[in-house]
């Protein structure tokens, strides 16, 4: 969805080094998700925010941390990369009026870590 | 806990022949349930949803899915499969507790001509 934009599409960083991922939307959506694809494994859901001042751990946080700095973007860190963090990262938007909205998700981050 | 389980890891059709993708789910309550495809080096697109109402839910790109409640299935097809609809497919529960979704883990659909 062209609504919701992500950089860097991909990255290759090493072992230790600190990382962001951004997430930008022009949706005017309210709700943001970070996941991680992994083969096999589907989507797993890492952080969402449901607005500025509200940020909830998904399934998978350790490792990870996050900051809301509007409601347009939403960013993605790994404070010191490991190999195992290497992914396919996807940032998710959905309106909160209407509780069963779907999500829109951006392209995507191809995130390697050697 | 909700989830869903997509069986199949793969699913081989010939052009112009039926298709479909399976889904089977878990949940406490109503089940409010969702496709996404992926085409390759793109993010998940929305298909369709069931929130209530038919059972069966038409959808983009000629897609269609069937829920049935006793056999808590929600399964995609079309009549009539494009080679462009080869890609991965995903099944998603929206948790009823928390609002996220929950993702099965993919079936990659392949369409020989």
């Known amino acids: 969805d062209a609504d919701v934009t992500q950089t860097p599409r991909n990255r290759i960083t090493k072992t230790g080094k600190r990382i962001m991922l951004e997430c930008s939307q022009t949706?005017?959506?309210?709700?943001m998700y970070w996941y991680r694809q992994d083969p096999g494994l589907g989507l797993r859901l890492i952080y969402y925010s449901f607005d500025v001042k509200d940020i909830n751990k998904g399934e998978i946080s350790d490792g990870y941390s996050v900051s809301r700095q509007a409601q347009a973007k939403f960013s993605l860190s790994l404070e010191s990369a490991i190999p195992n963090q290497t992914a396919l990262y996807f940032c998710a938007t959905s309106e909160i009026a209407g509780k069963y909205n779907e999500q829109f998700f951006g392209p995507g981050t191809r995130l390697t870590v050697l | 806990a909700q989830s869903v389980a997509q069986p199949e890891d793969q699913v081989n059709v010939a052009e112009g022949n039926p298709l479909t993708v399976k889904c089977t789910y878990s949940?406490?309550?109503?089940?409010?349930l969702f496709w996404y495809v992926q085409y390759p080096n793109r993010g998940l697109q929305f298909l369709l949803k069931y929130i209530t109402g038919d059972n069966l839910v038409k959808g983009s790109y000629g897609f269609e899915a069937e829920f049935n409640k006793s056999q808590t299935s929600f399964h995609l097809k079309k009549p009539s499969a494009l080679v462009s609809d080869s890609a991965l497919y995903f099944c998603?529960?929206?948790?009823?507790?928390?609002?996220?979704?929950?993702f099965g883990t993919g079936t990659r659909l392949q369409v020989f001509p």
């Open positions: 949940v406490s309550g109503n089940p409010y």
């Open positions: 949706k005017g959506h309210d709700r």
């Open positions: 998603a529960v929206r948790d009823y507790n928390t609002d996220k979704l929950i």
